[in-house]
């Protein structure tokens, strides 16, 4: 099993500023690797695949990056509404695994 | 328009044994590549994967429930049925089914609403 590791835990930001969390595998994953979005009550939506690859709709502020088993998921400019769980999943290995999550707060 | 939905039991005993039924839309399990998966999160916890059904009926399983879980699909009524025997109070979550969009894409592109799971006597 591949094991991801999310960081930080919870990450405080005020608005406006930058925003990046980071998600390492612990074997090579390659660029098979999402992103989602999760807000308290509601499922996760997926933003991020590929590494890098923005889902239709996702703003711009958002970007991925990465390749083997670092990746970071960058917000540029934090927004009220990014304020919610951000997790990573790798989907190299059949057997799909998601990092812990990362809490992005208001600081 | 994919849309999917969780339908089950909020409450089992442990012991029993848990049916839920993901009803979706907007895409066909019959097309080749496509999947359905099933994925839980305990309250406050991380996502965990259980379980996957491809267009070919092909499926996986988490290795760690591998004993406990069966995935079928009905094609013709757009559902897929996970059962996951002798529940836990630690299998208290909430389940969600996704759609993955092809074989070799492994993320799941749209998600259910998710259903609370309480296990408790």
């Known amino acids: 099993e591949i094991v991801m590791t999310q960081s930080p835990a919870t990450l405080s930001v005020s608005p406006g500023e930058r925003a990046t969390l980071s998600c390492r595998a612990s074997q090579s994953v390659n660029s098979n690797l999402a992103w989602y979005q999760q807000k308290p009550g509601q499922a996760p939506r997926l933003f991020i695949y590929?590494?890098?690859t923005r889902v239709t709709g996702v703003p711009a502020r958002f970007s991925g990056s990465g390749s083997g088993t670092e990746f970071t998921l960058t917000i540029s400019s934090l927004q009220s509404e990014d304020f919610a769980f951000y997790y990573c999943q790798q989907y190299n290995n059949w057997l799909a695994t998601f990092g812990q999550g990362t809490k992005v707060e208001i600081k | 328009q994919i849309t999917l939905k969780e339908s089950g039991p909020t409450l089992v005993k442990p012991t029993q044994t848990l049916t839920l039924t993901c009803t979706f839309s907007?895409?066909?399990?019959?097309?080749?590549?496509?999947?359905v998966g099933w994925i839980r999160q305990p309250p406050e916890k991380a996502l965990e994967w259980l379980a996957l059904?491809?267009?070919?009926?092909?499926?996986l399983y988490s290795p760690s429930l591998k004993s406990r879980l069966t995935i079928t699909k009905d094609t013709s009524k757009n559902q897929v049925v996970l059962t996951m025997a002798n529940m836990d109070p630690v299998d208290t979550a909430t389940y969600y089914c996704a759609h993955r969009p092809n074989f070799w894409s492994g993320y799941y592109s749209y998600w259910g609403q998710g259903t609370l799971v309480t296990v408790s006597s």
């Open positions: 907007g895409f066909s399990l019959s097309t080749s590549g496509v999947g």
């Open positions: 059904i491809y267009w070919d009926d092909d499926k």
């Open positions: 590929g590494a890098s």
